[in-house]
Nanobody
Framework: VQLQASGGGLVQTGGSLRLSCVVSGIIFSSNDMGWYRQVPGKQRELVGGISSGGTTNYVNAVKGRFTISRDNAKNTVYLQMNSLKPEDTAVYYC??????????WGQGTQVTVSS
């Protein structure tokens, strides 16, 4: 199983980025997916998720700014990030769930928001 995240980079405050995570080795359309992020020295934290049926949920810190979507034909989950803030700076990871638990992690992509 591989989860290959990409799309990170350096952006100014107020800017946008779209992260992608291409998944292989599982039946993608059947899996709930999610995004986490981690700042050095802190624990990884949930950003949000999307069910196999397309229902999304987000933590309060990103609601209204971030959007998770999926394209089952491309085995890809996306994280659209708008109105970025310096506190969004982190390494972002995609995850695949299995029976409600995180089963697989991607390798992470760095997002840096400059003030």
């Amino acid at each position: 199983v591989q989860l290959q995240a990409s799309g990170g980079g350096l952006v100014q405050t107020g800017g946008s980025l779209r992260l992608s995570c291409v998944v292989s080795g599982i039946i993608f359309s059947s899996n709930d997916m999610g995004w986490y992020r981690q700042v050095p020295g802190k624990q990884r934290e949930l950003v949000g998720g999307i069910s196999s049926g397309g229902t999304t949920n987000y933590v309060n810190a990103v609601k209204g700014r971030f959007t998770i979507s999926r394209d089952n034909a491309k085995n890809t989950v996306y994280l659209q990030m708008n109105s970025l803030k310096p506190e969004d700076t982190a390494v972002y990871y995609c995850v695949a769930y299995k029976i409600g638990q995180i089963a697989y992690w991607g390798q992470g992509t760095q997002v840096t928001v400059s003030s």
